[in-house]
């Protein structure tokens, strides 16, 4: 019996106005119960996001008690990506979310290793039932085997997932503002922060940004600016560059974004040479 019913009973005198918004809670509530069976029994219906929903902000100072290899060869990537023999990820979808991007760069690029990378548990886990749903519903063609998810926090152990140079493409899509001044240590581009990425991704890679703040956007163009490894593409190179209208109009953010009639900044950036000493 529902809470509901159970205080029709205590209270008889409760309204017939109320009685029937109560019963139709109960209807409404049973006829959800059919459609979870539905989607637990059907290898084609993709999990139902509200029921993974999680507050944006994580902070990345915390201890989550997260599992991480020493060094990037002691990572087994056979159970991230169980039907592919070449393990080498090559692109990384940092803070994916619920994994738009993720699955929109696999299915472009077949060929490459693409792993998302996320803090929050329930939207990891989000991203893993997505992911295990399309390449059950993809089974014939094999789509989809090509990306995978770890829950990992980017800013503190990157290195020790990927080796010097593994990464031709890093995606940082509507990262967490942080607006308050004392958090902007907490942002995903810092100086310190652009020194690892620049280690991981190999001379010529990409590091695409994408964000709907004004403010965010140029704090990530001036630390980008200022580093000596890396240099802004040119307008017509993000214009030409087809990941660009993907991480635009792929993520579950960028979507809400463009609903809601809001601007997207966008900066790229070439990872440059080592100078010589």
């Given at each position: 019996m529902s809470i509901e019913n159970k205080e029709q009973e205590e209270n008889p005198k409760i309204s017939k106005r109320k009685q029937y918004r109560l019963a139709k809670q109960d209807e409404r509530k049973l006829k959800q119960v059919k459609i979870d069976e539905s989607t637990i029994t059907s290898e084609k219906v993709l999990p139902k996001k509200r029921y993974y929903r999680q507050r944006a902000h994580s902070n990345p100072f915390s201890d989550h008690k997260l599992e991480y290899p020493t060094s990037p060869s002691e990572m087994d990537w056979s159970n991230l990506y169980p039907n592919v023999s070449d393990k080498q990820v090559t692109i990384a979808d940092?803070?994916?979310?619920?994994?738009?991007?993720?699955?929109t760069l696999a299915e472009r690029f077949p060929e490459k290793l693409i792993l998302g990378m996320e803090i929050r548990v329930q939207v990891t886990e989000y991203v893993e039932e997505r992911i295990k749903a399309l390449r059950e519903s993809n089974a014939e063609s094999g789509k989809f085997q090509n990306c995978s998810v770890i829950r990992a926090n980017s800013m503190k152990f990157l290195p020790n997932f990927f080796k010097r140079g593994q990464l031709e493409k890093m995606f940082f899509c509507f990262p967490d503002p942080h607006f308050k001044q004392r958090k902007h240590k907490a942002r995903?581009?810092?100086?310190?922060?652009?020194?690892?990425?620049?280690?991981?991704?190999?001379?010529d890679g990409i590091l695409y940004t994408i964000t709907d703040v004004f403010d965010l956007h140029?704090?990530?163009?001036?630390?980008?600016?200022?580093?000596?490894?890396f240099e802004r593409l040119t307008k017509e190179e993000e214009e030409s560059d087809e990941?660009?209208?993907?991480?635009?109009?792929?993520?579950?953010?960028?979507?809400?974004?463009?609903?809601?009639?809001?601007s997207k900044f966008i900066a790229c950036y070439r990872r440059i040479e080592n100078p010589q000493l």
């Open positions: 940092i803070g994916c979310g619920y994994g738009g991007l993720t699955v995903i581009i810092t100086t310190t922060l652009l020194s690892e990425y620049a280690y991981v991704l190999r001379p140029e704090w990530m163009k001036q630390h980008l600016d200022a580093h000596p490894l990941c660009v209208d993907i991480m635009t109009n792929a993520t579950e953010e960028g979507k809400k974004v463009s609903r809601n009639n809001g």
